[in-house]
């Protein structure tokens, strides 16, 4: 029986290792997909640890209903090698893998939000995913050409790529009235600007406590660029802006940056926050009807969402971040530097 290689979590908060496993015979509509490029997220950072912080000693505990060894890596992209019988896809396309797929009868999938089903079969998150030199996909209505772009930008648009873009259109109608703030400039919120410069007429301004990332949002089109910790730069903001802006991305999710986004809010400003790094938040509540300010959750986007946005990124000079590629092997390595902030855009793991 034909083996493939894993980088797997064996028990949480501690390193990855190399494990071995029968590789899969597709059946029905399943397709097994040869991975070429795998991304790195911040949130396999939390599920390696196996909770989010929920601010003070409080936690949420995510461990539950996934076996070990588990394969973690929900940015893939690859080709395909083998399909079911009644799957109708050829070997050998490459394909990028929408990784957020649902039970298929829910609500939510139902309406299409494949995302936000309450019994997920999400790649890499629920079931295994891409840390891995092969995965397998329930349909081949999950896999998606993406030619002529990068194998490795095609793996990363699949969560920091639509969470960014599925973000930006939660705030496409106040970020045409005046400059977008993206605060926080990870792998997401660099996707963010790039996306942004695209389907917006002003550049956005952006925020991030490291200097090396505001630099690097500078030189990639940032209007400017301010650190939060900076006690004057929310009054900077409000100057530049003539009182404020009336859209914000959080692509942080602390109490912090979450504070800084709504202090930056012009009345009617909207903030939607996608970051997932922790913390409690709190604010008076006649803040909303005096500053008529909404705070609305994102979490990556839908299929139609994921065609629609590698069709954007086709249509001209793709929007793209800073890649670095590793081999699969530094899959460990790659975490802990995500863990520790010393990655500016994304990683992409080549098995």
């Avoid at 604010?283 to 705070?295: H, S, Y």
Wanted: with cysteine; net charge positive.
């Amino acid at each position: 029986m034909p083996l493939f290689r894993r980088q797997s979590l064996t028990a949480y908060a501690t390193p990855l290792c190399e494990t071995v496993a029968e590789l899969p015979t597709p059946t029905g509509t399943e397709v097994l997909v040869r991975i070429e490029r795998c991304g790195v997220c911040h949130s396999d950072v939390h599920l390696q640890d196996g909770y989010f912080a929920m601010g003070g000693e409080r936690r949420l505990d995510i461990t539950a209903g996934r076996t070990l060894p588990f394969t973690l890596g929900h940015e893939i992209a690859g080709v395909v090698e083998a399909a079911g019988p009644a799957a109708e896809i050829a070997p050998g396309r490459a394909v990028a893998v929408f990784p957020w797929i649902g039970c298929g009868a829910c609500a939510a999938c139902r309406r299409a939000e494949e995302h936000l089903c309450a019994a997920p079969r999400h790649l890499g998150v629920t079931v295994d995913g891409g840390f891995a030199t092969h995965v397998l996909v329930p349909h081949p209505r999950y896999l998606l050409d993406y030619a002529p772009l990068p194998t490795a930008l095609a793996a990363a648009y699949m969560c920091s790529g639509l969470t960014a873009f599925s973000a930006l259109k939660k705030v496409a109608h106040r970020a045409g009235q005046g400059p977008l703030l993206l605060v926080g400039l990870g792998g997401v919120g660099m996707m963010a600007l790039a996306f942004a410069r695209r389907l917006f007429a002003q550049a956005p301004i952006v925020a991030d406590i490291d200097a090396a990332k505001r630099a690097a949002a500078l030189a990639a089109g940032a209007a400017a660029a301010f650190d939060p910790a900076d006690p004057d730069a929310r009054r900077q903001i409000a100057a530049l802006t003539g009182g404020g802006v009336l859209a914000a991305c959080d692509f942080v999710g602390s109490d912090r940056s979450l504070a800084f986004a709504t202090a930056a809010l012009a009345k009617g400003g909207k903030v939607v926050v996608a970051g997932l790094l922790g913390g409690a938040f709190s604010t008076p509540v006649p803040m909303f009807p005096l500053k008529v300010m909404t705070i609305e959750g994102t979490f990556v986007g839908t299929l139609a969402e994921a065609r629609a946005m590698l069709d954007l990124a086709r249509a001209g000079e793709p929007p793209a971040i800073p890649i670095a590629e590793r081999p699969l092997r530094e899959a460990q390595r790659t975490l802990d530097d995500l863990r520790a902030g010393r990655i500016v855009g994304r990683v992409v793991l080549r098995p």
